[in-house]
């Protein structure tokens, strides 16, 4: 069965530091892959997702993230962080057809002033 | 730009009794879902529904779940007797023939 790990619970960074947020999946075949954004009180909202071609994907709000199959791996980055980035932030495996999305545990980004 | 709509936002019920949660997906979409989050849990996924039948469950979605599209715009989620554990954030979500899903808003139940 597939799984999604996301390495943090909480991480915190300066505002205008580079965020890094990890995303390890298991999976046996092809994967989708998505990051989403909670706010408080919000649904989610999708910010970028990797389903064929270009491996390196550019998402909302200056975020992207790489697909490395090699290391399993979908990590999310912004380059230099803005205090409304603050949110629990998603990362969501799909194996594509009707398959409902596995998500990650979350990991809360906290922004330092 | 088109969104995926739920109401009620809040349900408030009573151990015991059935409740009927409701989505409006995006028009043209083919796929429907619905997804919950426990408080401070990631969020699960519940049930995917296509061309007016279950595609796919999760160990989640017992005999006490049921999902219907009524008519041609909303897709709805029973329960037919809650439990207090069945508190949480649902969330339901479309998707045309493309793999990205659209969430919305969510409905908060609270089993008292």
């Known amino acids: 069965a597939q799984s999604v790990t996301q390495l943090g619970s909480h991480v915190s960074v300066s505002e205008g530091a580079l965020v890094l947020l990890r995303c390890n999946y298991s999976?046996?075949?092809?994967?989708?892959l998505f990051w989403y954004v909670q706010y408080p009180n919000q649904g989610l909202q999708l910010l970028l997702k990797?389903?064929?071609?270009?491996?390196l994907v550019k998402g909302i709000n200056g975020f992207e993230a790489e697909f490395k199959k090699s290391e399993t791996s979908f990590h999310l980055t912004k380059p230099s962080a803005h205090m409304s980035d603050a949110a629990e932030y998603f990362c969501a495996y799909s194996g594509g057809g009707a398959d409902g999305l596995t998500f990650g545990k979350g990991t809360h980004l906290i922004i330092q002033p | 730009e088109p969104e995926v709509t739920q109401t009620p936002s809040h349900q408030v019920t009573q151990m015991g009794q059935e409740v009927i949660l409701r989505c409006v997906p995006i028009?043209?979409?083919?796929?429907f879902y619905w997804y919950r989050q426990i408080l401070g849990q990631k969020v699960e996924f519940l049930v995917s529904?296509?061309?007016?039948?279950?595609?796919?469950k999760s160990e989640i979605f017992d005999d006490q779940f049921s999902v219907e599209r009524p008519d041609g715009s909303n897709f709805t989620l029973k329960i037919r007797s809650t439990k207090l554990e069945d508190s949480a954030m649902y969330f339901c979500?479309?998707?045309?023939?493309?793999?990205?899903?659209?969430f919305g808003p969510g409905t908060r139940l609270t089993v008292l």
């Open positions: 028009s043209n979409h083919l796929y």
């Open positions: 529904f296509y061309n007016n039948e279950i595609s796919e």
């Open positions: 999976s046996s075949v092809p994967p989708y």
């Open positions: 979500a479309s998707r045309s023939s493309y793999n990205e899903q659209f």
């Open positions: 990797y389903t064929t071609g270009a491996t």
